[in-house]
């Protein structure tokens, strides 16, 4: 007998590729790096699918202390000319916490306090937590599990991900920056 699909929260970058080109082929910004990528908060329309189903303003949305898992997926919005961005890949989810009561460092006893870390879990020295696509979902979708029993957190999260405009062969780097609260307490679910 197979273990039921755990509950998850979808966190969805919805870009226009027409918007996007537009800002990185008519702007006087370099390409972006790893470490400065260019800001693309504006370009990029974030949906937050919760466990009733319910899209919510994500910017600082709430994970219900139902879900299990964090789930980020990339993809281009609907009536967009798909022909002008080629390979776009999510990178990685850079999580930093916002917790006011840092009583200790975030390091890697901290984070399993709300997270459930694997091999696609890096700490960084900076405290920050680092999650990358399994192998399987390689640039397409990033995930995280989220433990049973945890306590509340409000916590920030970066986005990196790349994009080719065909016909030029820069990679761009972006990177979004939104917030996100997590529940241990109150209603399982968002209505």
């Known amino acids: 007998m197979s273990e039921p699909n755990p509950i998850v929260c979808n966190f969805t970058l919805t870009y226009s ?25 504006n370009l990029v329309h974030i949906t937050s699918e919760q466990v009733t189903g319910d899209l919510v303003d994500p910017y600082i949305s709430e994970v219900p202390k139902s879900a299990q898992l964090l789930s980020w997926s990339l993809k281009e919005g609907v009536g967009s000319d798909s022909s ?10 850079q999580i930093y916490s916002l917790d006011q009561n840092q009583q200790r460092l975030t390091d890697e006893s901290y984070w399993k306090d709300y997270f459930e870390i694997d091999e696609n879990s890096t700490i960084a020295p900076n405290g920050c937590l680092y999650q990358v696509s399994a192998e399987r979902n390689k640039g397409k979708v990033i995930s995280i599990g989220l433990k049973d029993r945890r306590p509340d957190l409000l916590f920030g999260y970066g986005i990196l991900f790349t994009v080719k405009i065909k016909g030029h062969k820069t990679v761009y780097f972006c990177r979004i920056d939104p917030l996100v609260s997590i529940r241990s307490t109150g209603p399982s679910t968002i209505s």
């Open 84 to 93: 002008l961005i080629k390979s776009p890949e999510l990178n990685y989810v």
């Open 17 to 41: 590729p027409i918007q996007l080109e537009r800002f990185l082929l008519g702007s006087s910004l370099n390409p972006g790096t790893r470490l400065q990528p260019i800001k693309v908060d």
